[in-house]
């Protein structure tokens, strides 16, 4: 499978920036059709319409090239996060390769839970827990190693019920917005709490996103030259930023300088991101997608400890943001469904 | 003069894109020129041959674009950064203006000394003093209202000496080597230590970096709604990140997330820029630009307390870094050198 992993994966990313209409849609224009994996509902139209009145010079709506700015979260809203965020698992198995050089670990049992896999007594050592564990898993490297692991990860990890790769758990109506709307000039940034270290060095295979349009959390570094006079960066133990509800809004601000125009979220973590984006003046679109597929993904909000969605809901009905039903609205929802050539919901996932 | 600002800064950016050969110059392919304002010097020679070596397909040295990072710093690199730095006018201007509303300042014999544009008298206080003085004239305002105020004060403001607009002092070889790196598919980052925020808002039209293309130093922000329920971004008075020295190689990993393969710098706060930069595999290219010339611009280096060029030029000999004498290897220094059709150096300016 790693052989064929990273052209699979371009041929995903090429796809979705010119789509094939290999699948004949409902509508007559299927040869330009450039969400063919999004239902003709109303949510698919508001997507067209806003895109349209922001890209026709004709338009009151228009906006330049150099303005287009679109964010979008990750977990939840490019990739599945159920049963647990990717990034668990990259550090408990991290932990795992780490373990045999700290012996000491033995005598920890936040790290021996890690280590044995069980998120749910990481759990219940709340926040507290998994933050120290994520800390351990990404310092005392050079920033160089570290996007080797994540890359190595990223190559060999599979999703626990599904056990596909995770770049082939991802969203292929979002592949396919991503791609209609960088061939519309925009520049499409990811706004994640995820780490932005573990994510950039596979990012632009998945995603056709550029390494430096990620903004994540990040660690503290140090500038060191090695015996031989290299300039390397070291990760230290201690989180510098947390890129989660408001410091989505001001991260948004210091790396790009600008409000999104289209804000792209799933969860109460990206309430801030949208309230930024569509508080600025002019034509502005913010989505919600909403977790309702019990069949082909998860269906959770409200109660979810996992990418709740309890406020984001009602802010979206005071705000006129889109929710988008992931069960309504989607007719695929990962690219191999699209592949199988079968009917959508016959890939059933035991969870 | 404001009417025309834009519009003049656009055909300077554009003419760097696709420069337009005007003035013969001694090679053979004039008509394919991408650095007119360069002299044929082995400095000149040695960007040329890099560029060729990185993006040449059959070359050993290919990068592919997506790599092709470029970083430049801004104070003495891009624009002159003497007799004092653009930010500090920029903070003595802010200053004045904010005076009425704050009638206490006539006891703070620091800010007085500011409103009585006494440089000396400022310096005199050390870093703690100007850093003071920069904060005062950032915080307590919105990024919106901010980045007015930076638009309008840039559209203004004139250079103490020679009484021109700023966007007028920049210099026209670095605006080439820009705009011919970009024709190379380069992504050009500015890394600097001035404030981002004072920067973005103009970025564009005088250099043609997009914004998000800024990496400076940087405030605190705090999120806040409101009583509309608009989302702002409130400027806090605390300096969140000094974007020099060490710094400056941390900021390129946690904006850009990969080492550029060409640096530009002018003092020893670029060191560890270009250290990082030609550390990496692959060729590599850092360059340092000297100032050398006393009749068109200014002469400093290793003395000079701004923009001091001390160890960074022991480091360049150290690592083969470029050193641009830009006495010998620019043939015009500013835009209206080449625009007035005088010969080079007519242009006096009174220091």
Redesign the interface.
């Given at each position: 499978m790693h052989r064929y992993f990273f052209p699979f994966l371009l041929l995903i990313v090429l796809g979705c920036q010119q789509p094939m209409p290999e699948k004949p849609a409902s509508q007559s224009t299927v040869t330009t059709d450039p969400l063919p994996s999004w239902r003709a509902t109303a949510a698919r139209q508001r997507i067209l319409d806003f895109v349209t009145a922001v890209t026709d010079t004709a338009s009151a709506d228009y906006v330049p090239p150099?303005q287009r700015?679109a964010t979008f979260d990750h977990d939840g809203t490019l990739l599945t996060e159920q049963p647990v965020y990717f990034q668990f698992r990259f550090v408990f198995a991290r932990l795992r390769a780490m373990a045999p050089q700290h012996p000491r670990w033995k005598r920890d049992r936040l790290i021996q839970a890690a280590l044995d896999n069980d998120v749910e007594k990481v759990f219940s050592y709340g926040g507290q827990g998994i933050s120290k564990l994520i800390t351990i898993a990404h310092s005392g490297v050079t920033?160089d190693e570290f996007a080797r692991s994540a890359r190595n990860w990223m190559r060999t990890a599979r999703h626990p019920t599904t056990g596909r790769p995770y770049s082939e758990m991802v969203y292929q109506p979002m592949l396919e917005l991503i791609g209609y709307l960088q061939a519309h000039q925009f520049?499409i940034f990811m706004v994640t709490g995820g780490t932005?270290?573990l994510i950039?060095p596979w990012v632009?295979e998945v995603y056709g996103i550029?390494?430096?349009h990620?903004i994540g959390s990040?660690y503290k570094?140090?500038?060191r030259?090695s015996d031989s006079?290299?300039?390397?960066?070291w990760v230290e133990p201690a989180m510098e930023f947390f890129n989660n509800e408001?410091n989505k809004?001001?991260a948004i601000?210091?790396?790009?300088?600008?409000r999104p125009i289209l804000a792209v979220g799933n969860s109460d973590g990206d309430i801030?991101m949208l309230?930024?984006a569509t508080?600025g003046v002019g034509e502005r679109l913010g989505v919600l997608i909403h977790h309702t597929d019990s069949q082909r993904e998860w269906a959770y909000d409200r109660q979810s400890n996992i990418g709740r969605l309890d406020k984001g809901l009602d802010k979206a009905r005071q705000n006129n943001w889109l929710v988008v039903d992931m069960q309504k609205d989607w007719q695929v929802v990962y690219p191999f469904e699209k592949q199988a050539k079968e009917p959508a919901g016959q890939d059933t996932l035991v969870h």
């Open positions: 150099a700015i920033t520049k932005t270290d950039r632009e550029p390494k430096e990620v990040r570094l140090s500038y030259l006079g290299k300039a390397e960066l408001e809004a001001i601000h210091q790396f790009i300088g600008q801030q309230e930024y508080s």
